[in-house]
């Protein structure tokens, strides 16, 4: 259960968003807000992975999200001071960044799911042996 509190966080924060009415942002104030939103996506992708792995803790989760967002912010605001794109810099990383978490937990939940299935047909397999040899044991005696 704990590994949908992030997506959940997410799907709330979606709905306020959409509850009110937050459109487009133009200009910088969008260039901001795209780099610490991808901060934050990529930090919650990040929680999902480390708590399917069991490292998950809340302080680790809560601290990388907010220097995350503010180091991306920082870089996008220092960019834009200087006069060069930082923030296409910034938004390159993090979504490799995402990208790299979303295949590991895609990983993760497949070889999950693949041992799931070859333990179940163990058991299978298993359990019909059992059966066959109840029933020689049965018809020898």
């Known amino acids: 259960m704990i590994y949908f509190l992030p997506l959940l966080g997410l799907a709330v924060g979606a709905m306020l968003a959409a509850l009110l009415k937050v459109g487009p ?8 807000m795209a780099v610490a939103c991808l901060a934050g996506l990529d930090t919650i992708c990040g929680g999902i992975r480390s708590g399917l792995e069991g490292k998950y803790t809340n302080e680790v989760f809560i601290s990388g999200f ?9 870089l ?3 960019g834009d001071r200087i006069g060069i794109d930082l923030f296409l810099a910034v938004a390159l990383v993090l979504g490799a960044r995402i990208f790299t978490n979303l295949s590991l937990i895609r990983r993760y939940l497949l070889t999950k799911w693949q041992d799931a299935k070859e333990r179940r047909r163990l058991q299978e397999m298993a359990a019909k042996a059992q059966a066959q040899a109840q029933m020689q044991a049965d018809a020898t005696s």
């Open 25 to 32: 942002q133009g200009g910088l104030a969008g260039q901001y």
């Open 66 to 74: 907010v220097s995350n967002i503010f180091i991306s912010f920082f």
């Open 76 to 78: 996008a605001f220092l």
